[in-house]
């Protein structure tokens, strides 16, 4: 028996098709998904994500505990600002890779992967219990208390501050939704129930992500549906969130990043701040930096046309199976096969000429620059 | 959502169809299977010349998400392919009937055509 989010009722009623993804009962699609990918594109999308996980952490000594436990420098975030990172373990492979916000002086937001909030619980309580500041913070798994949605594409600015009106109370203070700054986060009122704000997203659009109490999820996703259908606004599901992220390269926990593979290895070492000081992996990372890596993550775009890549495909150099492809698909934006995959590192150049194995045929594809795809203009 | 059966054409259980004249059958897959599918963006046609049996795996059909096996209603030898289907994959979501199809059989067996379904009996499959 799967998980639903609050949102279950609201993916029925409108027809989405319902696929497992990680524990959870989520719609993958609620017309097609090359419409809600070119939606997000064009004008806007709205996904629930309600399955991911938030975790606070507050107290004096929590900002030196999350730069202990990871990889980016939390001292960088002011009061209402807010980071991608990972989290590594001793060998520098990923726990998990998230965003972290400041909501206030000593209070940050963790929000974390879905399928990884279990071992991502764990994995913080045991750094707590080995924190010598362990005084001063506490740490609350209150995935179950919050849903989420994340509303993105071109257009979202222009009836966002309908739906959530007049001005923030905390974090960022700003007039109106829209005027929030790229990764900024503020605390709004909704229908008098408190969310939080963050101008993120995870589809290379702009948009922002709403986050509020469970019980106020599905009237925040109700209302932002009516404001923003006039300005093109669609359901979106999980099946464009994948063909999506891929085009700009975003890692997907499960994919490209896992407790084997390194923020290095994963192309993503910028969100690594070696220079910060001690934190669980730096020394591995640290060498990985400075002596290179075996492996390394390319981004490729298949020659011509050709069936899509597929995670697990296998990669050929010059005639030998070097490699494995972790993402994959017919992008919808490009209208060719793309994907991420791991080859070792003297083959990750772009411009090097690579083969997809795809049912026992090898197909020709280029390594290419991150990110696939980029907005014209 | 109503999904288009036409009269004149016999079903196999998996969503292909087969539209026969004399011994010659042109196969491609339903409405209802491309409204399954959504987004067709490649199709892996068999090459002219192979023998298939009926119910063998003999073509693949990918959307976005996913690659289905098409099997052959019928046993026979591949006569033609549609060039315009792996030009143009929409083609199958647009046209399942017309356009859209695969390839054709020389078919080996004309028994079998009566193990398929007939358009009342695909109707009834699809509804329930």
């Keep these: 028996m799967f998980k639903r989010t609050p949102l279950y009722s609201a993916h029925q009623k409108l027809g989405a098709r319902l696929v497992e993804f990680g524990g959870w009962e989520m719609p993958v699609q609620y017309t097609s998904i090359m419409d809600e990918h070119q939606a997000v594109r064009t004008a806007g999308g709205i996904f629930d994500i309600s399955h991911m996980g938030e975790v606070m952490v507050t107290g004096r000594g929590a900002q030196t505990f999350l730069n202990q436990t990871l990889t980016n420098d939390v001292r960088k975030l002011a009061v209402g600002q807010g980071q991608y990172t990972l989290m590594c373990n001793e060998e520098g492979g990923v726990v998990d890779d998230l965003y972290a916000y400041r909501l206030a002086e000593t209070e940050y937001l963790l929000i974390i992967n879905a399928s990884r909030i279990d071992p991502d619980w764990d994995w913080l309580q045991g750094r707590l219990d080995q924190s010598r500041v362990a005084d001063g913070i506490e740490i609350k798994n209150v995935s179950d208390q919050f849903g989420a949605v994340a509303v993105q594409g071109p257009r979202v600015a222009e009836f966002i501050n309908t739906s959530i009106p007049r001005g923030s109370l905390g974090g960022t203070f700003v007039a109106s939704v829209s005027e929030l700054k790229k990764n900024e986060i503020g605390v709004f009122i909704f229908n008098g129930v408190t969310v939080y704000v963050g101008r993120t997203g995870y589809t290379g659009e702009d948009g922002f992500e709403v986050i509020a109490p469970a019980a106020s999820i599905e009237s925040i996703w109700n209302q932002i549906l009516a404001d923003g259908a006039a300005f093109g606004l669609k359901p979106a599901g999980l099946g464009a969130r994948d063909t999506l992220r891929t085009e700009v390269c975003y890692p997907l926990y499960g994919h490209e990043l896992d407790e084997d593979t390194t923020p290095i290895e994963a192309g993503v070492g910028f969100f690594v701040a070696l220079e910060k000081g001690e934190f669980v992996g730096r020394t591995v990372l640290a060498e990985q930096k400075a002596k290179g890596t075996a492996k390394r993550s390319i981004a490729f775009k298949m020659v011509g046309k050709s069936a899509p890549p597929r995670p697990h495909y296998p990669i050929w150099v010059e005639g030998r199976e070097v490699g494995e492809v972790v993402s994959g698909t017919q992008s919808p934006s490009l209208g060719i096969g793309i994907g991420i995959g791991y080859v070792p590192t003297e083959f990750s150049k772009p411009g090097g000429q690579i083969e997809i194995e795809i049912r026992e045929r090898r197909y020709p594809a280029e390594v290419v620059k991150k990110p696939i795809y980029r907005k014209p203009g | ?128």
């Excluded at chain 2, 199958?92 to 004309?110: A, C, H, Q």
Aim: some cysteine.
């Design chain 2, 1 to 128: 959502m109503s999904t288009t059966v036409p009269a004149d054409l016999r079903y196999a259980k998996s969503h292909e169809w087969a539209r026969i004249a004399g011994d010659i059958a042109t196969v491609g897959i339903t409405d209802h299977a491309q409204h399954e599918l959504t987004d067709v963006v490649f199709v892996e046609l068999p090459k002219v010349g192979r023998q298939v049996k009926a119910g063998e795996t003999c073509a693949v059909v990918e959307s976005v998400k996913t690659a289905s096996d098409i099997y052959s209603p019928l046993s026979g030898q591949v006569v033609e392919v549609n060039p315009a289907v792996e030009q143009n994959p929409a083609l199958v979501n647009t046209e399942p009937y017309g356009g859209g199809w695969f390839f054709k059989l020389k078919i080996s067996n004309p028994k079998e055509s009566e193990a398929l379904l007939s358009p009342a009996d695909y109707t009834k499959q699809i509804a329930g």
